[in-house]
């Protein structure tokens, strides 16, 4: 496993797994109203591990003991997705490719393959798919954005306000609602809302974890459950900065 602790620990320690290796729109419909919960007037602050951190692309590797990473390379960090935690590596001194290191945790990339390193184990991964992050000209006034399958759905969470905005069923039902901020982890890079109205109920959990399109293999940095009428919808997802 990538480790579990998190970025900003000094001790990064990484759990032994796999014979103590690493392993690492349709028809719209209004705004509902109802009796409401109290949520703010600005929507939150997002743990920065949601997002790419100003890297112009995620990347999938496929690994060796099986584990399957998410990287984004901005200009003077490499932002590191696993199962289990998501990392902000500094760049390293190396005679050949690309060394980026936190604590006993290290990435070594040349061409199109990589070594990820701890005291615990190694990984050998090769690239795979990659994909372009999205911006607010993709997204206007979203600063998260998560999808899934089988059935379609999407929920953008607006940037201004505490308001998000469902599509369901393939996008044959649209609902807009406010939320309310449970839990707020920014170390562990997690989020849990709710519903601020009280006659509609839902709960979103974001999770900074690799995750991947589940039909088009796309990597995401953040793993998405929306919980809904009776239903659990699950995907993948990533913050929008400005």
């Known amino acids: 496993m990538i480790p579990t602790s998190t970025p900003a620990s000094p001790n990064v320690c990484l759990p032994i797994a796999l014979a103590g290796l690493l392993l690492l729109t349709g028809c719209a419909v209004a705004p509902v109203d109802g009796p409401r919960h109290d ?4 929507a939150p602050l997002m743990p920065s591990q949601l997002f790419a951190g100003g890297a112009d692309r995620f990347l999938a590797w496929r690994c060796t003991p ?3 990473l998410v ?6 960090e490499l932002r590191l997705w696993s199962a289990h935690g998501a990392y902000r590596l500094q760049p390293a001194v190396v005679a050949s490719g690309e060394r980026y290191q936190h604590g006993d945790l290290s990435f070594w990339a040349k061409g199109d393959g990589a070594v990820v390193e701890s005291a615990r184990g190694r990984l050998d991964c090769s690239a795979d798919m990659a994909r372009s992050t999205l911006t607010r000209q ?5 600063m998260f954005h998560g999808r899934g399958n089988e059935p379609g ?8 306000a505490p308001e998000l905005t469902l599509q369901l069923d393939y996008g044959t039902r649209e609902l807009t609602l406010p939320y ?7 170390a562990e890079g997690r989020v849990s809302l ?15 974890r690799a995750c991947f399109d589940d039909m088009s293999g796309e990597p995401f940095p953040a793993r998405v459950t929306l919980t809904i009428e009776g239903e659990t919808y699950r995907g993948c997802g990533q913050g929008i900065a400005p």
Request: charged share 25%.
């Open 39 to 42: 949520v703010g007037k600005a």
């Open 66 to 68: 099986a584990q399957d």
């Open 71 to 76: 990287t984004a390379h901005g200009e003077n």
């Open 138 to 142: 993709h997204r206007p006034g979203v």
């Open 153 to 160: 759905w999407a929920v953008n969470l607006a940037h201004d």
């Open 180 to 186: 309310r901020v449970t839990t707020m982890d920014n």
């Open 194 to 208: 709710a519903s601020g109205l009280a006659d509609r109920p839902f709960e979103l959990q974001l999770e900074a």
